[in-house]
């Protein structure tokens, strides 16, 4: 496929890193006047709805108008619900204790300390990260098999992230599970459906682009990086170690797949 729009790229490049800082740092003002940091996880849905906004806005006339709307769509609706899902988690609850534990240790000022740690690296990620939505936007030709199925592999991390979060959710708001580990539907098959999910919507975005190689090869880093975050970083591997020592959480991991989908029950090493 020829013809993508590389200068009208890189001035893309350039909105959507300021869409995303400006995500950041107007909830950092929010987070100071609340006295709490874990609205920042809200932001992470909606930094990705402002980059893909704006870059909707910046491409008017060129690329595909019908890929255009596609990553609009796909990018928009997962960050919306994936922001009103963590506002109406959070609500009523006070710090999160990943981040008085990080503040608590805080060399100098703890909220500039935030600020760099937390609200300005988490804009870079939403930069990053949305390379492949950012390029969508360049891109000339009408809807391919890529794009399609990448369509198709976002709707299944979408059901996946859905599903699992409203599964757990009410599991814990049966009080007769208090202390219990969340063990049913999706949460059978895999310890992290949502964040599983996560990695199918993300390599589903990347798919849409797929069929330009130059610009696949260029936006490649965007679902590694979120791949190596969800299973490494500040996903299952966070999530995990805060888990260990649980009642009956040993167990679960030995009989439940850690990442991908598998047919709940059957023993698993490591």
């Known amino acids: 496929m020829n013809g993508f729009a590389w200068q009208e790229f890189a001035t893309n490049l350039a909105a ?11 909830t950092f003002l ?28 910046m491409s008017a006339g060129g690329g595909s108008d019908a890929r255009r709307l596609l990553v609009t769509v796909l990018t928009v609706v997962w960050g919306g619900r994936l922001a009103v899902h963590i506002g109406r988690r959070g609500r009523g609850h006070g710090e999160d204790p990943r981040y008085e534990a990080m503040l608590a ?36 030709g009408p ?7 990448g369509a198709a592999l976002w709707a299944v991390g979408l059901v996946f992230e859905g599903v699992g979060d409203a599964q757990l959710a009410r ?12 063990d049913r539907g999706l949460w059978s098959w895999t310890r992290h459906p949502n964040y599983f999910g996560d990695f199918c919507v993300w390599w589903g975005l990347f798919l849409v682009v797929c069929g330009d190689p130059a610009v696949a090869a260029t936006t490649l880093v965007s679902p590694v990086v979120m791949s190596l975050l969800l299973t490494k970083g500040s996903g299952k591997a966070l999530l995990e170690r805060h888990m260990e020592g649980r009642p009956g959480y040993a167990e679960y991991v030995a009989r439940t797949s850690g990442f991908l989908p598998l047919p709940p029950g059957t023993p698993r090493r490591g």
């Open 105 to 140: 240790k805080a060399p100098g000022h703890p909220a500039l300390y935030a600020l760099r740690k937390v609200y300005l690296l988490q804009g870079a990620l939403v930069w990053l990260i949305s390379l492949p939505v950012q390029a969508g936007y360049y891109l000339p």
């Open 16 to 26: 959507a890193a300021g869409a995303a800082l400006a995500v950041m740092l107007v």
């Open 143 to 149: 809807l391919d098999a890529w794009a399609w199925a």
């Open 30 to 57: 929010i987070a100071l006047r609340k006295g709490m940091h874990r609205i920042v996880d809200v932001a992470w849905g909606l930094g990705f709805a402002a980059v893909a906004l704006v870059s909707y806005a």
């Open 171 to 182: 599991f814990k708001r049966d009080p007769a599970n208090k202390g219990r580990i969340m």
